[in-house]
T-cell receptor
């Protein structure tokens, strides 16, 4: 079965420090991959999506960037974190399963606190 | 912008009662998906209903879709305390990889 892994689970970083969050997918190939951010008690905001290696689309202008160096690896980065970057970051993948359903599955998330 | 919008924002019921959550959207969809999120955790996929389907069941979950009204409902029957979570609907649109759009969710609390 397919699984999405994210690490770290929690992260506390000072303002101005760099960031690297990693997401990997297991059990499928050529997935669409997504980074979302969720503020406390709120819905999900799509940050980036990728349909293949090296292909990144940004949904909102921000202090973050994303990269997809391998088919099943998606990285969220920042050179200098801002206080407003705090939140819950979720990686998701979408692929067509054996039933032909195009469902989207999520990783466990990373809780980022910028101090 | 967020297209799927859930209603109510918060719902509190007693164990054993049924819980109904609604979702409205604005433009045509390929399918609509419901997710559950326990506090501080990732989202768990519950059920997908395609645009040509009207009702779907999975265990204690029943989802309906009315494309003429651009709305969907999620019914959880015989609720349990463990059903306490946030529930999100997400709409899937054609044309691009950026297909799922999430609402802000319904916070369901089931009291024992």
């Amino acid at each position: 079965s397919q699984t999405i892994h994210q690490w770290p689970a929690t992260l506390v970083q000072p303002v101005g420090s760099p960031l690297s969050l990693e997401c990997t997918v297991e059990g499928t190939s050529n997935p669409n991959l997504y980074w979302y951010r969720q503020a406390a008690g709120r819905g999900l905001q799509l940050l980036f999506y990728s349909v293949g290696i090296g292909q990144i689309s940004s949904e909102v202008p921000q202090n973050l960037s994303a990269s997809r160096p391998q088919d099943r690896q998606f990285i969220l980065s920042s050179k200098k974190l801002l206080l407003s970057d705090s939140g819950f970051y979720l990686c998701a993948g979408k692929w067509v399963d054996g039933r032909g359903y195009n469902e989207q599955f999520f990783g466990p998330g990373t809780r980022l606190t910028v101090l | 912008s967020q297209q799927g919008e859930e209603d109510p924002q918060a719902l509190s019921i007693q164990e054993g009662e049924n819980a109904t959550m609604n979702c409205s959207y604005k433009t045509s969809i390929n399918n609509l998906q419901w997710y559950r999120q326990n506090s501080g955790r990732g989202l768990v996929h519950l059920i997908l209903i395609r645009s040509n389907e009207r009702e779907k069941h999975s265990g204690r979950l029943r989802v309906t879709l009315d494309t003429s009204k651009k709305s969907s409902s999620l019914l959880i029957t015989a609720s349990r305390a463990a059903d306490t979570a946030s529930y999100f609907c997400a709409t899937d649109h054609s044309g691009s990889a950026r297909q799922l759009t999430f609402g802000s969710g319904t916070q369901l609390t089931v009291l024992p």
